[in-house]
């Protein structure tokens, strides 16, 4: 029998949210996203999944279902509960593109050429604790600072006292961005500017790494380290997912 991930507790608490998305509990339910777990952590084609998990096309097509509905971020958004947004922590991977996510119109689907080859960039900002709270997809040619203003509004800050992110993020736009919700800043100047970094907490800045934890995270599953997926629906609802079993384990 190949590993599997859901224990008792984790489906017991992840069966309501699935049913409150309108997800039909059939009896094979569970075996049916432990095979997308599974194929998510090891990257294994779905065709190669083992039988345990049932017919690999079943699994594949409630998959496919489910993310053409947007329903695995549906799940993120649901299982997250009482983050720590005193502090949120934002920044910036690149994500290579396999071969198999390559096709027409790459830049719709996130996807960019670069002189290291295809990739995608995943924009995450994470909780005080470095629990993930949202994402953006963008394509590996995209600067942070370009998508930081779309990824800074998904996060409701009304409770945030501080937005923390790395030099890559020096802009006077985005500061202002975040200044005119009532939040401080807590982003540093680069070297070469004239401007000091008076404003800084380095011990808060510090514990950026909580940021760098999640993307580690995230990137024990094979299918989110590197994108084999085409359609940028779908590797948003996979990332989506790894986000989900992360607080489905707190």
Same mark, same amino acid.
């Given at each position: 029998?190949?590993?599997?991930?859901?224990?008792?507790?984790?489906?017991?608490?992840?069966?309501?949210?699935?049913?409150?998305?309108?997800?039909?509990?059939?009896?094979?339910?569970?075996?049916?996203?432990?095979?997308?777990?599974?194929?998510?952590?090891?990257?294994?084609?779905?065709?190669?999944?083992?039988?345990?998990?049932?017919?690999?096309?079943?699994?594949?097509?409630?998959?496919?279902?489910?993310?053409?509905?947007?329903?695995?971020?549906?799940?993120?958004?649901?299982?997250?509960?009482?983050?720590?947004?005193?502090?949120?922590?934002?920044?910036?991977?690149?994500?290579?593109?396999?071969? #198999?996510?390559?096709?027409?119109?790459? *830049?719709?689907?996130?996807?960019?050429?670069? $002189? @290291?080859? !295809?990739?995608? %960039?995943?924009?995450?900002?994470?909780?005080?604790?470095?629990?993930?709270?949202?994402?953006?997809?963008?394509?590996?040619?995209?600067?942070?600072?370009?998508?930081?203003?779309?990824?800074?509004?998904?996060?409701?800050?009304?409770?945030?006292?501080?937005?923390?992110?790395?030099?890559?993020?020096?802009?006077?736009?985005?500061?202002?961005?975040?200044?005119?919700?009532?939040?401080?800043?807590?982003?540093?100047?680069?070297?070469?500017?004239?401007?000091?970094?008076?404003?800084?907490?380095?011990?808060?800045?510090?514990?950026? #790494?909580?940021?760098?934890?999640?993307? *580690?995270?995230?990137?024990?599953?094979?299918? $989110? @380290?590197? !994108?084999?997926? %085409?359609?940028?629906?779908?590797?948003?609802?996979?990332?989506?997912?790894?986000?989900?079993?992360?607080?489905?384990?707190?």
């Amino acid at each position: 029998m190949p590993r599997t991930m859901l224990k008792d507790e984790y489906w017991t608490r992840l069966r309501p949210i699935l049913l409150e998305l309108n997800i039909y509990n059939k009896g094979n339910l569970r075996l049916t996203i432990e095979g997308i777990l599974y194929s998510m952590r090891t990257g294994c084609p779905w065709r190669d999944l083992p039988a345990y998990f049932g017919k690999p096309n079943t699994v594949y097509k409630a998959y496919q279902r489910w993310f053409r509905s947007n329903k695995l971020i549906g799940l993120f958004a649901l299982v997250i509960r009482e983050p720590d947004l005193e502090w949120v922590f934002i920044d910036g991977t690149h994500i290579k593109a396999h071969q #198999h996510s390559s096709g027409r119109h790459e *830049a719709a689907q996130a996807i960019s050429k670069s $002189v @290291a080859g !295809r990739a995608t %960039k995943i924009h995450l900002a994470v909780d005080a604790h470095g629990n993930p709270i949202t994402f953006i997809l963008s394509d590996g040619t995209t600067h942070d600072v370009k998508v930081a203003s779309d990824l800074v509004d998904k996060v409701d800050l009304s409770k945030t006292d501080v937005v923390c992110a790395d030099k890559g993020y020096d802009s006077d736009t985005l500061r202002a961005y975040i200044e005119q919700t009532a939040t401080c800043n807590n982003i540093p100047r680069k070297r070469n500017t004239k401007s000091s970094n008076d404003h800084i907490d380095w011990d808060l800045y510090k514990a950026r #790494h909580l940021v760098e934890n999640a993307f *580690a995270k995230l990137k024990q599953y094979r299918a $989110v @380290a590197t !994108r084999f997926d %085409k359609l940028k629906q779908s590797y948003e609802n996979t990332v989506a997912l790894a986000c989900a079993y992360i607080w489905l384990r707190l």
